[in-house]
């Protein structure tokens, strides 16, 4: 059986770094229909979280060597804390008035993990109960954090994103949050598999469910987006366009997180455009989305 060792990085002891320059923030004027609680993403990241632990330590149980059970279970539950920060970082996504704050979740996960780089080299490899395969598997996650790590903090997430706009700042960590899933996703399967070869790991890590459901919302607030702009094109009573303003605004500070960020930009002229025309004209039929 493997025993637990202590949390490499205090979470109680987290602080936001000072940021030189304050990011330009404009912070959501609206909200959606539903209370942030119902997104679908709260459960689907419980349900992963419950799912993904009892995976491991089905495995854990089957590892015959003590020694090798507790480096396994030791780096595993790190990587766990990680998701669980990544999470954090995702449900911030839903504002922007949370960028400062996943940002400071950034930097510690790039401290963190490369104290879990640290762990593995020092303490996990040298082991003489680790095997010459498994010391392989674990020479190649080492090796995919630090390039992950360099590509995101040494040439995207540079010192100089406070001084850029809103949303650069919001597209390089939502850049980073999936290199980030992607990279810790792939190390603990990798990882698992050593001990447990017939280990499918799309069934540790299979949002498909989330992205419908995302989807679905997607379709739902571009339908009514689109119905209170069109009673707008033949309507121009104040009540109906300070609504539309309304919808636009809700719009872009809540579902368009599901478009692709891509189309963000696009969004945002569009609707700049109509709000502009709306405030200043009291019309918004020429710029109407069709």
Known sequence: MYTSTPTIFDEAALQPPVLDQ???LNPASAVLDQPLTQDPAIDAQQDFRANLQREIDSVLKR???????????????EVVRFFEWLARIDDNLHQLDTLRESLSLLEVLHVEAHLLVDLIETQAMPSESVSETLREVLDGIVYSINHDLRRIFERELVRTVPEQSTPVV?????????????????????LLQSFEPTMDGATLFNDAELRLRQSLILCRELSSLLRFVRRAETQTDPDILR???????????????YLMYKDWR?????????????????????YCIS
């Open 170 to 190: 919001y597209g390089k960590i939502v850049h980073a949050h999936g290199l980030l899933s992607n990279c810790f996703q792939q190390a603990t399967i990798t």
């Open 266 to 286: 696009g969004y945002e002229n569009l609707a700049l455009e109509v709000v502009t025309a709306i405030e200043n004209n009291g019309e918004a039929q020429p």
């Open 22 to 24: 304050p990011i330009n």
């Open 63 to 77: 590892i015959e060597s003590p020694p090798v059970a507790e480096i396994a279970a030791n780096i595993l539950r």
């Open 243 to 257: 609504k539309v303003v309304g919808k636009i605004l809700e719009f872009r500070d809540g579902s368009m997180q």
